[in-house]
């Protein structure tokens, strides 16, 4: 792209472009508005009747309401003087919702009184003549109508030309650009066809240097795959960040009936939208975090096979600590988020040792589980087996935090933390929780209260990934499993040809790794409980030439994997590193079968972004991956995901 | 000499209709501002500030003078934009982007056509999480600490997630060179 400047630093801009982008609110609305507010309280202290603006508008008592009267009026005669600064929202609004006008409010008043006051200001309005712009709505129904009506909400005309112009800038640009500064898959993308690549790209490519992979059988690249070719950069790297909200924002716009844009759910993130079951770090393992990798022949590609990298962060007791005491106050009414609450705790109280304790209350402050050792946590959890909703969690919480102060006080020197969960309804944070933190977390689409008022923490937990972070850190105070992690896959070009990482686009995602292991504060830091997911599909230097799936790819190792990372509380960072094996396929069914799951999810995620190299692998092959890979489930977003991939698949017109 | 924003929120919530006339008033912009901010559409931010108008009388008096007003309000219309947009997304009727054909005609006229693009790629690219705390600290110009108090984080948590932001931003641009 053409872009003259990119200043230094995103923040910088962004901070520019924010400040530019809120247009002054339309003056009638900011008047009504005002005015409704003010009805709401006036009956009270009789400064003002409640139809305040509506008897203003139509001429009654002018002297009791100046203020709102002249903001309203004048804001008509504005409105009708002044042509419309955009032009595009009229035309986006092709239904005739497009100019505003503030005498009609009606659409989004909340209360019943909202609506009379709204009915009122509609009638009068027709009074005022013909000045009066024709009426337009303003409620959620019109916005949605308003966005429903121009699909994307703005791909706008002047979008799509801005493209255009910038696709002719590209077309013009590519072949004068210097071709040493351009990666190989770049110039491929850029010059978009493949029939003149293939010979540009074997000659760019000295591929001397790679032992044993002769470049004859290598198929050319498809443009813009995000293939590396390991002689040329053997060292991949990928973000250990959580990517929240990806699965979320996908179901939003599956449920609209739009299939999603290229690159709008990138399947980096889509694959890391779920929690596998990784092995984690033993008991008495050193380090806070685990490695693991497996391989499977590629689902859409006989000739690769892929490659799974995973990352589990386990909480560690840290030394030290003062004895906890915790109280859990639990009001779910649903197996599913019982079940979300229970992986969570179970990860996050390996955190917990014999010394801290753990008591079990329910909604109405009745005792589950009186406080016993955290160590027996099967005990805890099962406590937690069947589904006890209340009316309302707010003695619950009292009590809990009754208990933990009675608890702390008994046992000098320990600390005490209250965990409420809820997927009813959260209730009200504490206006003093005595010096105890308090954590309300609403599982699945439990509104949260308003964080205004009181002390504490409120979570909202949607996906076990999500459940153990926040318990994990809940009890653990904002302890990380591992600070600045980085992660670094080396592939061997003696045994591996070409790689790509199954990410956010397949263009370059995957650039992070280079150097990022020697460089301190480039990581970030890993919660105990996450996990990260990344996948590479992989030609064996030695396929290409005939041999199918389960072309053993030779002796040796296919790659390396660097994780470097600093304990919570240790500043030293440590390294520590994975061989994968060329046979690396073989044992652990678990982590083979989650591999296969993520290996359909990234699957979907290339085919979401219309990816083209998957051969005859579509919709329906994905779908049944992650049924058949599903493995136990017991929150049920994977069954989600197929029925996710099933609309995808209906919007897209693929044969199912 | 103006009232400050504690004296006219203390006298609202007596049932001061003029003191709350004025609070909104004065605050009417920054809360449609903000909004705007985090939902990236005017028509929905609108309807947000709305509401809360509607609402402020209730929640005021929830309202202790411990905080300042502003920072009690940023969480009011924090709260409200959550609501909005969990309804939104149950309704399945939100555009999970930001931005809006509007928006981009505005920034067109202005000449600013390829920032707009930019910011509406940018914020769409981020979760609502790191969109409240980008409209906070950019675009309220808020410091990480009364970003912080507004959030119910710790300040700590602020500067991680503009971290984040910056890391994300990165990302993106890596790839806009690239596509």
Not at chain 1, 180 to 208: H, I, N, W, Y
């Amino acid at each position: 792209m053409t872009r003259p400047d990119p200043p230094a630093d995103p923040l910088a801009r962004l901070r520019a472009a924010l400040a530019a982008a809120p247009p002054a609110p339309e003056p009638g609305r900011r008047a009504r508005a005002i005015a409704e507010a003010l009805s709401g309280i006036a009956p009270d202290s009789g400064a003002r009747p409640p139809a305040a603006a509506a008897e203003a508008q139509s001429g009654g008592d002018p002297a009791r309401a100046p203020a709102s009267d002249r903001q309203a009026s004048g804001a008509q005669r504005g409105e009708a003087a002044l042509p419309d600064p955009s032009p595009s929202r009229r035309a986006a609004g092709s239904g005739g919702a497009a100019a505003p006008d503030p005498a009609d409010q009606a659409g989004t008043a909340e209360g019943a009184a909202g609506r009379r006051r709204g009915a009122r200001a509609r009638a009068v309005a027709p009074g005022r003549g013909g000045e009066v712009p024709p009426p337009v709505r303003h409620g959620r129904l019109a916005s949605a109508r308003r966005r429903l009506s121009w699909p994307r909400g703005r791909r706008s005309p002047a979008f799509l030309i801005g493209a255009a112009l910038a696709a002719v800038v590209v077309i013009c640009v590519a072949p004068i650009l210097p071709p040493p500064e351009v990666p190989a898959e770049m110039r491929l993308a850029l010059s978009g066809g493949d029939s003149t690549l293939t010979p540009r790209q074997k000659s760019a490519l000295p591929l001397a240097g790679a032992p044993s992979a002769p470049p004859a059988p290598l198929a050319p690249l498809p443009p813009g795959s995000g293939q590396r070719q390991t002689a040329e950069r053997r060292v991949s790297g990928f973000t250990l960040a959580p990517q929240d909200g990806a699965l979320s924002r996908l179901r939003d716009t599956l449920a609209r009936g739009v299939f999603p844009a290229p690159g709008a759910v990138p399947a980096e993130a889509l694959v890391n939208a779920f929690a596998y079951d990784w092995p984690a770090p033993g008991p008495d393992a050193e380090a806070p975090l685990r490695l693991s990798a497996s391989m499977i022949p590629t689902p859409w590609n006989p000739e690769t096979r892929l490659l799974r990298i995973g990352i589990r962060g386990t909480a560690v007791p840290l030394p030290g600590r003062p004895p906890l005491v915790l109280v859990l106050v639990a009001d779910l009414g649903s197996e599913e988020d019982l079940a979300l609450l229970r992986a969570g705790l179970d990860e996050a109280m390996r955190g917990l040792g014999a010394q801290d304790s753990v008591a079990v209350l329910g909604p109405s402050g009745e005792t589950l589980l009186p406080a016993v050792s955290a160590a027996e946590r099967g005990r805890v959890l099962a406590t937690l087996a069947e589904p006890r909703p209340g009316p309302s969690a707010q003695e619950g919480l009292s009590a809990g935090l009754a208990l933990a102060d009675r608890l702390r006080a008994d046992h000098p020197g320990t600390e005490a933390r209250v965990i409420l969960a809820s997927d009813v309804a959260l209730p009200r944070l504490p206006q003093s929780a005595r010096g105890i933190p308090v954590s309300l977390l609403g599982l699945g689409d439990t509104p949260l209260p308003d964080a205004a008022a009181g002390e504490g923490v409120v979570a909202l937990v949607d996906s076990p990934a999500a459940a153990r972070r926040a318990l994990a850190s809940s009890l653990a105070d904002g302890v990380t499993a591992a600070r600045d992690a980085r992660v670094q896959v080396e592939f061997n070009p003696a045994t591996v040809a070409r790689y790509r990482y199954l990410g956010g686009d397949g263009r370059g995602s995957d650039s992070r790794g280079s150097g990022l292991l020697e460089q301190a504060g480039g990581g970030v830091s890993v919660d105990p409980g996450h996990t990260v997911t990344a996948l590479y599909e992989i030609t064996p230097a030695t396929a290409g030439s005939g041999r199918g799936a389960g072309a053993d790819a030779g002796a040796g190792d296919v790659a390396m994997v660097r994780l470097r990372y600093s304990p919570a509380g240790e500043s030293e960072s440590r390294l520590m590193s994975l061989d994968v094996p060329a046979a690396a396929g073989s044992g652990d069914a678990i982590a083979l079968r989650e591999t296969r799951f993520a290996a359909a999810v990234a699957g979907f995620g290339l085919l979401l972004e219309g990816r083209h190299d998957l051969g005859a692998w579509g919709f329906a092959e994905a779908a049944a991956l992650a049924r058949a890979a599903a493995g136990p489930d017991p929150s049920g977003r994977r069954a989600d995901l197929a029925a996710l991939i099933d609309t995808a698949a209906a919007l897209s017109g693929a044969p199912q | 000499m103006d009232p400050d924003d504690d004296t006219l929120a203390t006298a609202a919530r007596e049932g001061d209709a003029a003191a709350l006339g004025a609070l909104l008033e004065r605050h009417y912009d920054r809360m449609f501002r903000l909004g705007y901010r985090i939902l990236g559409n005017r028509a929905d931010a609108e309807d947000l500030v709305q509401e809360i108008c509607l609402a402020l009388p209730r929640r005021l008096v929830g309202y202790r003078a411990e905080a300042r007003f502003t920072t009690w309000l940023h969480r009011v219309v924090l709260n409200a934009a959550r609501d909005h947009m969990r309804r939104a997304a149950t309704r399945a009727k939100a555009s999970a982007g930001w931005g809006e054909a509007e928006h981009l005609a505005r920034a067109e006229a202005e000449g600013r056509a390829e920032e707009a693009r930019w910011l509406e790629a940018a914020m769409s690219a981020l979760s609502p999480a790191l969109r409240e705390t980008v409209a906070l600290v950019l675009g309220e110009d808020m410091t990480h600490a009364e970003a912080a108090a507004a959030l119910g984080l710790s300040e700590g948590t602020v500067s991680w997630r503009l971290s984040e932001v910056r890391r994300l931003l990165r990302d993106l641009a890596r790839e806009e060179e690239t596509a």
